[in-house]
């Protein structure tokens, strides 16, 4: 069952944690007793943990924070890939830059924090008496399905599938796991710019009849991280109301 020291004595690095699902994330993870570094593009405020900045997308920066989170708390348990933007437009009009920042920040981001992060990773997996290192990408059913004026996000989203996979077969033998989370219509300041008949419409495919929270990524998160999930890796785990069953 779980309890309130469930994820103690770990370390979890949370990127894009200032806010949504990353701060639900960080917030849920303190509350289950992780220690944890939270890092984003600007400074976190959200009362957990201490704070890193870092552009994700930015390979020597990320080497640089990861050494210092390290060097901060001791070790790695836990690392959520959650950074990610939008810069949405039909493939028509997009823009190069769009595409390569979005590309840069969802995917080069996980991969910069994965990589840097590996040897500690698998340290943990070596160390911790059974429990295992923990990776978790955030994704998208956008990644998995595709959605008209969401290419380069789509593009980002399902090479961060394919990464996940592959990294959670590299890694398996080092006591190590790798899994994705893919949300589907989640609230947030996004959702809340969308038009009503825009909503209408989402909401009528979706058979729980309701948007997500970032609650409710943030439950799966600390599912993934703790010793539940042991036997899971390369899973991608839609949290969609049922949108793509």
Same mark, same amino acid.
């Given at each position: 069952?779980?309890?309130?020291?469930?994820?103690?004595?770990?370390?979890?690095?949370?990127?894009?944690?200032?806010?949504?699902?990353?701060?639900?994330?960080?917030?849920?993870?303190?509350?289950?007793?992780?220690?944890?570094?939270?890092?984003?593009?600007?400074?976190? /405020?959200?009362?957990?943990?201490?704070?890193?900045?870092?552009?994700?997308?930015?390979?020597?920066?990320?080497?640089?924070?990861?050494?210092?989170?390290v060097s901060d708390f001791g070790k790695v348990d836990?690392?959520?890939?959650?950074?990610?933007?939008?810069?949405?437009?039909?493939?028509?009009?997009?823009?190069?830059?769009?595409?390569? /920042?979005?590309?840069?920040?969802?995917?080069?981001?996980?991969?910069?924090?994965?990589?840097?992060?590996?040897?500690?990773?698998?340290?943990?997996?070596?160390?911790?008496?059974?429990?295992?290192?923990?990776?978790?990408?955030m994704a998208s059913v956008i990644g998995v399905n595709?959605?008209?004026? /969401?290419?380069?996000?789509?593009?980002?989203?399902?090479?961060?599938?394919?990464?996940?996979?592959?990294?959670?077969?590299?890694?398996?033998?080092?006591?190590?796991?790798?899994?994705?989370?893919?949300?589907?219509?989640?609230?947030?300041?996004?959702?809340?710019?969308?038009?009503?008949?825009?909503?209408?419409?989402?909401?009528?495919?979706?058979?729980?009849?309701?948007?997500?929270?970032?609650?409710?990524?943030?439950?799966?998160?600390?599912?993934?991280?703790?010793?539940?999930?042991?036997?899971?890796?390369?899973?991608?785990?839609?949290?969609?109301?049922?949108?793509?069953?």
């Amino acid at each position: 069952m779980f309890n309130e020291n469930m994820l103690k004595d770990r370390v979890a690095v949370v990127t894009g944690a200032s806010q949504g699902i990353g701060q639900a994330i960080v917030r849920a993870l303190a509350n289950y007793g992780a220690s944890v570094a939270c890092v984003d593009i600007t400074e976190c /405020q959200c009362g957990y943990g201490k704070s890193y900045v870092c552009d994700v997308s930015d390979f020597d920066q990320v080497k640089h924070v990861c050494d210092q989170v390290v060097s901060d708390f001791g070790k790695v348990d836990i690392l959520v890939n959650n950074a990610g933007i939008t810069k949405d437009g039909l493939l028509l009009s997009m823009k190069e830059a769009d595409f390569d /920042q979005v590309i840069a920040v969802n995917l080069k981001g996980a991969f910069n924090f994965t990589k840097h992060l590996t040897r500690p990773l698998m340290k943990s997996g070596a160390e911790s008496l059974g429990r295992t290192g923990r990776i978790i990408n955030m994704a998208s059913v956008i990644g998995v399905n595709g959605n008209a004026g /969401q290419s380069n996000y789509a593009a980002s989203k399902a090479g961060l599938i394919g990464f996940t996979k592959a990294v959670a077969k590299e890694l398996a033998s080092r006591n190590v796991t790798c899994n994705a989370i893919a949300p589907g219509f989640i609230q947030s300041k996004m959702t809340e710019a969308m038009p009503e008949a825009a909503k209408e419409r989402a909401m009528a495919n979706i058979p729980l009849k309701r948007l997500g929270t970032a609650e409710d990524i943030a439950a799966l998160a600390v599912f993934l991280a703790s010793d539940f999930s042991s036997y899971i890796t390369g899973e991608v785990m839609k949290i969609d109301g049922g949108l793509f069953i």
